[in-house]
T-cell receptor
């Protein structure tokens, strides 16, 4: 079956522009997670969804970052007024449910470059 | 969730066992030890996890010390495709996905 997919795979944008990153989780997975990985850094948790609701948004670095999930499936991470420090690989993962961590399947990521 | 400490990098000869250590001295009783790896340009991949007992699967073995303050991931016969960054993560399986901390991991290079 299909895994987690993300689009675009690469995005180059000018500072100050808004960007939208998309994640298609594995069908049937109710939990969805967003992470980012800056160059030379470990993975940084951003937000997770259980269904369409986001119980924990504490990892979002600023109010320029928002995310939504509709229909319990596709999720969009939006970054407004991008800054150069937003440059990173943004990873999405999904799992059957949020209470257990086993089986968190990751997508290939979106490499965002802010110039 | 408890923090972990791993060496920044390690080398291993192809065909030999790769032993990757992890310290988690502040681990609490309900926290599991998980290992993930990330091959260049790919998303992280789950390897193995454990609570107290040593665990083995088709990919690796996990050895957890009796006091649970450290663990070792063992790749029994490393191949070039095992070159990756290996992350040791400690968290409770009962909590939600908040405040996850992967750290910088160990960059394993398997040498021909």
């Amino acid at each position: 079956g299909a895994g987690v997919s993300q689009s675009p795979s690469n995005k180059v944008t000018e500072k100050g522009k808004d960007v939208e990153l998309r994640c298609d989780p594995i069908s049937g997975h109710t939990a969805l997670y967003w992470y980012r990985q800056s160059l030379g850094q470990g993975l940084e948790f951003l937000i997770y969804f259980q269904g369409n609701s986001a119980p924990d948004k504490s990892g979002l670095p600023s109010d320029r970052f928002s995310a939504e999930r509709t229909g319990g499936s596709v999720s969009t991470l939006t970054i407004q007024r991008t800054q150069q420090e937003d440059s990173a690989v943004y990873l999405c993962a999904s799992s059957l449910e949020a209470s257990g961590w086993l089986g968190q399947y990751f997508g290939p990521g979106t490499r965002l470059t802010v110039t | 969730d408890a923090k972990t400490t791993q060496p920044t990098s390690m080398d291993c000869a192809e065909g030999r066992a790769a032993n990757l250590p992890c310290n988690h001295s502040t681990i609490s009783g309900n926290e599991y030890v998980y290992w993930y790896r990330q091959i260049h340009s790919q998303g992280p991949q789950y390897i193995i996890h454990g609570l107290k007992n040593n665990e083995t699967n088709e990919m690796a073995s996990l050895i957890i010390t009796e006091d649970r303050k450290s663990s070792t991931l063992i790749l029994p016969h490393a191949t070039l495709r095992d070159t990756a960054v290996y992350y040791c993560i400690v968290r409770s399986a009962r909590t939600g996905a908040n405040n996850l901390f992967f750290g910088t991991g160990t960059r394993l290079t398997v040498i021909p």
